[in-house]
């Protein structure tokens, strides 16, 4: 088990070796995954991991070491690593870490089951009752479903005062159906987690869950690809959420900013979209993940990246805060103690308008409605916002109503003139999370959560495939 006591111990023993700064983070993550694979079980894993990692910073020089082995002997290693790695540093120039004023506090997401102590029968049994329910169903041939279920506890200490300790737990079931009609074969799937407990997958109607993406799949592989084409564009929650996490997100991280990777780039105080939008990263929100600190001790709030579509600021660590002359923002995530910390966003969402959603249909007389359920992902360019994304089974609108079913929708555009050209946006805000993977950078992946309301807007290029 990991502690606080420890991680004072390692800071004391950082800072006698001549680190001017330090960072002690402790983390012990449990991940449990059950897969079925049309009617087979596929894998039952366990995986935990536990460990120690120490930043020092000497005359502006950061080195960066951990261990997995929790005896006093392999720290101590660990911690000469460190500070043998910060002196090197230090002689290729000054790398900045703006301090900060400490905290000490506790965050722990309450819970009813511990999900790692239910019988793992009754996983396995749930998980095979979604998946062979599903095989079942005429028009589905092959089904994948998922149950993952996490806990993840974080001791951060550093040479400041700071002292925060993080546990957080979460749960959730995906499933992913393929329909074939004729000769088309369609995917579709979803996912749906949970921060809390078992007592979440209890209380869910999974059988209900699968069934809907199952119906969608089945409807979807009967119907047709849209005409390509600009389309007036109805987005739903999910889209939305992935349109500004992959497509402006990253290009509003600090690091990528600094080295020149962002089209956003010396722009703040410009107006990057319609004055509906207002984008933020907060680290506490309804939906989300929970990200109260960074792993740099850093508290994360509520950060305006765009207010009213003028950019306001960056996403920031320690470091590209000097660079960039501005605050921390508490966004220096790492995936676990193996690694250093990035520049990463937490949840990242638009806030809701004043429209209903179903007014943002009146007056369209041809256009899509985008929906997520079963999106495939895609590529994005944060140097020149451009952005290409397999979105899921869609719907055009014709004379202000969603009438017709299309499939292999793919849209694209630059994200700014994507934004400039909404002219509505929703009261309807959804956040949502995902135990079953997050946001890919730098060889990291980290919990995020995303979303926002449905937005409207006048230009968004669409192609079938």
Not at 89 to 114: C, H, L
Request: with cysteine.
């Amino acid at each position: 088990m990991i502690d606080v006591d420890t991680a004072h111990w390692v800071l004391e023993e950082t800072l006698k070796r001549g680190a001017e700064h330090a960072i002690v983070r402790l983390q012990e993550r449990i991940y449990e995954t059950v897969v079925y694979d049309t009617g087979i079980l596929r894998s039952y894993t366990v995986s935990r991991v536990i460990g120690l990692g120490v930043r020092a910073v000497i005359k502006g020089g950061t080195g960066y070491t951990y261990t997995t082995s929790m005896d006093r002997e392999s720290i101590l290693k660990a911690v000469d690593k460190a500070i043998a790695l910060t002196k090197v540093a230090s002689q290729y120039g000054k790398k900045s870490f703006t301090p900060t004023a400490p905290v000490k506090d506790r965050y722990r997401v309450e819970f009813k089951i511990d999900p790692h102590a239910v019988e793992p029968k009754l996983k396995v049994d749930l998980v095979k009752e979604v998946n062979t329910s599903s095989i079942k169903r005429e028009g589905i041939v092959s089904a994948v479903t998922r149950l993952g279920l996490e806990r993840d506890r974080r001791v951060i200490v550093t040479s400041e005062g700071t002292v925060v300790e993080v546990d957080v737990v979460g749960v959730g079931l995906a499933h992913m159906a393929v329909a074939k009609y004729g000769a088309v074969i369609e995917r579709v799937g979803d996912r749906e987690s949970y921060i809390g407990g078992y007592e979440h997958i209890e209380k869910r109607d999974w059988n209900a869950f699968a069934e809907e993406i199952d119906k969608l799949a089945i409807k979807a592989s009967q119907s047709k690809t849209p005409p390509p084409g600009t389309y007036v564009a109805v987005v739903d929650n999910e889209v939305v959420g992935l349109l500004l996490h992959e497509a402006f997100g990253h290009a509003s991280e600090g690091d990528g900013v600094v080295a020149g990777a962002s089209i956003l780039k010396n722009r703040i105080g410009e107006k990057v979209a319609s004055e509906l939008i207002t984008i933020v990263d907060a680290g506490l929100v309804e939906g989300g993940y929970p990200v109260p600190y960074d792993d740099e001790g850093v508290q994360k709030g509520k950060t305006i990246v765009v207010d009213k579509g003028v950019l306001k600021g960056y996403l920031t660590s320690r470091d590209t805060s000097q660079e960039l002359n501005l605050k921390p923002t508490g966004n220096a995530r790492a995936q676990d103690i193996s690694f250093d910390t990035l520049v990463r966003q937490t949840n990242y969402y638009a806030e809701p308008g004043e429209w209903k959603v179903e007014e943002l249909f009146e007056g369209v007389s041809h256009g899509i409605y985008l929906r997520g359920r079963g999106a495939m992902g895609g590529q994005v360019n944060p140097s020149v916002g451009t952005f290409t994304f397999s979105i899921g089974p869609s719907y055009i609108i014709r004379n202000g109503e969603p009438v017709e079913l299309v499939r292999g929708v793919v849209v694209s555009g630059n994200i700014l003139e994507t934004l400039k050209e909404v002219d509505a946006v929703a009261n309807d805000l959804k956040i949502t999370t995902s135990v079953f993977g997050g946001c890919g950078k730098g060889g990291q992946t980290v919990r995020v959560g995303d979303g926002g309301p449905h937005i409207r807007t006048r230009k968004i290029v669409v192609g079938g495939g």
